[in-house]
């Protein structure tokens, strides 16, 4: 019985697996067909006729490359940034004594509960107004902004679950507050800093939203935003748009991968600690 039972959980599980690795194996082949092909009987089969000249104009020709290091810079110092300011702020609103620190965490978790089409108009006013509107800080902005609550959730319930008596020990050693964040408390989150990174990724990498609206020139483009440019008024090149979507999915796969385990880690940790 239990033999017919590990089958039966080994299919379903096969069967799930094919069901979301079907859409990755669908794009592959579409990036590498033309729109006969696209439109006519091979829907599903591998190309006839393999057309890597898609990857090599998205790349030269479409602009890819440019939107490509654009999206990796604004992604990356998302990252960076967010990381930063939510471990410190988490910890003193988490491990610190002070009056407002309710307050505080109250103001951060009201960024979650604001939808970002609301705040596309008042924020497209302020930042032209100010001169920022159309480059990469006008971009990262908001960028930064709405990944800090998310991040500052994650690492503050985290915090919460750490016990006080290491912190007391290194107090006694003579360590200071910034010496025993650093070397004591920070090793300590990296699951919960790879959580928090991985949803700020996705989350920048992925939006077109603000990308569309506060960024006017090419040079400062985002990656989605340039393949919806690659979309023609009469015709388009599907195959070309398959082959810029294989190359924008290509960093959210690579960064999971490195990064998962960190994720399971903290999955496990939270349980325990729940």
């Known amino acids: 019985m239990k033999k ?4 039966i959980l080994f299919i379903i599980l096969i069967l799930i697996a094919i069901a979301q690795l079907f859409p990755l194996y669908w794009l592959i082949t579409f990036s ?7 439109f006519g009987e091979n829907v599903l089969g591998l190309p006839r006729d393999w057309r890597w000249i898609n990857y090599v104009t ?11 290091l654009n999206s990796v810079f604004y992604s990356g110092t998302t990252v960076v940034v967010t990381g930063i300011i939510t471990a410190m702020a988490g910890y003193a609103i988490a491990r610190m004594k002070w009056k407002l620190k309710n307050y505080v965490f109250g103001f951060f978790a009201l960024g979650i509960m ?16 100010l001169g920022l509107k159309g480059g990469y800080i006008g971009l990262l902005i908001p960028y930064i902004s709405f990944a800090i609550p998310m991040s500052l959730m994650i690492l503050v319930s985290f915090y919460k679950g750490i016990p006080k008596e290491m912190e007391e020990a290194a107090y006694i050693d003579g360590c200071g507050v910034l010496r025993c964040f650093a070397t004591i408390i920070l090793p300590i989150i990296k ?4 959580t928090a990174s991985i949803f700020t990724f996705l989350g920048t990498w992925n939006e077109l939203m603000f990308a569309n609206t506060l960024v006017d020139s090419s040079d400062f483009r985002t990656l989605p ?8 008024q009469y015709s388009t090149d599907w195959g070309l748009i398959g082959a810029a979507m294989v190359i924008a999915t290509l960093p959210t796969i690579i960064v999971y991968f490195f990064l998962s385990n960190q994720v399971q880690e903290s999955l496990v940790m939270g349980a325990v600690k729940g």
């Open 4 to 7: 017919v039972k590990k089958r």
């Open 32 to 38: 590498l067909k033309s729109n006969i092909e696209i």
């Open 58 to 68: 998205a790349l030269s020709d479409g602009g890819v490359l440019r939107y490509f």
């Open 114 to 129: 604001i939808p970002t089409q609301a705040a596309l108009l008042p924020l497209f006013q302020v930042l032209d107004k």
């Open 191 to 194: 699951p919960a800093l790879a």
């Open 225 to 232: 935003v340039g393949i919806m440019s690659f979309s023609g």
